[in-house]
């Protein structure tokens, strides 16, 4: 059992900069691979970017690599997606999720707890 509340999302304009915050309880943080998912109106949801149990071992989808960059605060229970240089193509409610394993994914069929999701709107 673990509950995921993501924050941090908003109205940006393009080239803006934004960080997602995921706090989760319930289960031990570390133990849990972490990833980011986002999906447009319309769309299928789509990976964004994951990160190891302990924070050491990161990667992240094409699309959005080099102005993204997830990390965790173990301490904190919290996974952090930093977002610069926006776009409008970036706009989507953004979801975290959890996988009962140290290793991440991006597959989304296999995490095992989903957040509600935040929404993030980039305006041209």
């Known amino acids: 059992q673990v509950q995921l509340v993501e924050s941090g999302g908003g109205l940006v304009q393009a080239g803006g900069s934004l960080r997602l915050s995921c706090a989760a309880s319930?289960?031990?943080?570390?133990?849990?691979?972490m990833g980011w998912f986002r999906q447009a109106p319309g769309k299928e949801r789509e990976f964004v970017a994951a990160?190891?149990?302990?924070?050491?071992?990161?990667y992240y989808a094409n699309s959005v690599k080099g102005r993204v960059s997830i990390s965790r605060d173990n301490a904190k229970n919290t996974v952090y997606l930093q977002m610069n240089s926006l776009k409008a193509e970036d706009t989507a409610v953004y979801s975290c999720?959890?996988?009962?394993?140290?290793?991440?994914?991006?597959?989304?069929?296999?995490?095992?707890?989903w957040g509600q999701g935040t929404q993030v709107t980039v305006s041209s």
């Open positions: 990160i190891s149990g302990s924070g050491s071992t990161k």
């Open positions: 319930g289960r031990t943080f570390s133990s849990l691979a």
């Open positions: 999720a959890a996988r009962t394993y140290r290793t991440g994914t991006s597959n989304e069929s296999r995490y095992d707890y």
